[in-house]
T-cell receptor, first 115, second 110 residues
Framework: DTAVSQTPKYLVTQMGNDKSIKCEQNLGHDTMYWYKQDSKKFLKIMFS???????INETVPNRFSPKSPDKAHLNLHINSLELGDSAVYFCASSQVPGTYNSPLHFGNGTRLTVT | GENVEQHPSTLSVQEGDSAVIKCTYS??????FPWYKQELGKGPQLIID?????GEKKDQRIAVTLNKTAKHFSLHITETQPEDSAVYFCALGGFQKLVFGTGTRLLVSP
């Protein structure tokens, strides 16, 4: 009954590989996000989608490409992985476009380790 | 853009003591101030939030106070328990996104 679920929980891969992380929410929310948390615990937004439309794209390398097949799913594909991509990636959702006034519901994260 | 500073970065208290975490911000247009708790291996979870038309909000042992003039807001936890040990984040409701503080690691010793 997990509200926001993401897979896999752990991902260990070598530099140069391409990998994907999947996210699904069953809350009926219209907006979904990807956040990156580095080793110092800083949480930074990467992307935001509202009803399958990209509405926020922070300064993220082109190697990162989000895809939203429907409003309940938001996937993240990463090409040519680099050591600096190692982090925990969190998917989140909220009820209304943007988070100006609306709580975020987070998944439990995907710990990506690039060797 | 929005900027939010959070202090302290770590906080150790004895069980039963109170804990206070403070965040200051610069964007006067912000109107939504949530607090999140992140336990080990999990995603951040909303514990309390406040909007700018309210100066204080309380939910059992936790409370948030907001001073819009001085641009700071604080999380207060009373009668701390070991299960309160976690990383706490303040956040600022800006245009289309939340901006998070740098986090406070709270350790409550029995």
């Amino acid at each position: 009954d997990t509200a926001v679920s993401q897979t896999p929980k752990y991902l260990v891969t070598q530099m140069g590989n391409d990998k994907s992380i999947k996210c699904e929410q069953n809350l009926g929310h219209d907006t979904m996000y990807w956040y990156k948390q580095d080793s110092k615990k800083f949480l930074k937004i990467m992307f935001s989608y509202n009803n399958k439309e990209l509405i926020i794209n922070e300064t993220v390398p082109n190697r990162f490409s989000p895809k939203s097949p429907d409003k309940a799913h938001l996937n993240l594909h990463i090409n040519s992985l680099e050591l600096g991509d190692s982090a925990v990636y969190f998917c989140a959702s909220s009820q209304v476009p943007g988070t100006y006034n609306s709580p975020l519901h987070f998944g439990n994260g995907t710990r990506l380790t690039v060797t | 853009g929005e900027n939010v500073e959070q202090h302290p970065s770590t906080l150790s208290v004895q069980e039963g003591d109170s804990a206070v975490i403070k965040c200051t911000y610069s964007d006067s247009a912000s109107n939504y101030f949530p607090w999140y708790k992140q336990e080990l291996g999990k995603g951040p979870q909303l514990i309390i939030d406040i909007r700018s038309n309210v100066g204080e909000k309380k939910d059992q042992r936790i409370a948030v106070t907001l001073n819009k003039t001085a641009k700071h807001f604080s999380l207060h936890i009373t009668e701390t328990q070991p299960e309160d040990s976690a990383v706490y984040f303040c956040a600022l409701g800006g245009f289309q996104k939340l901006v998070f503080g740098t986090g406070t690691r709270l350790l409550v010793s029995p």
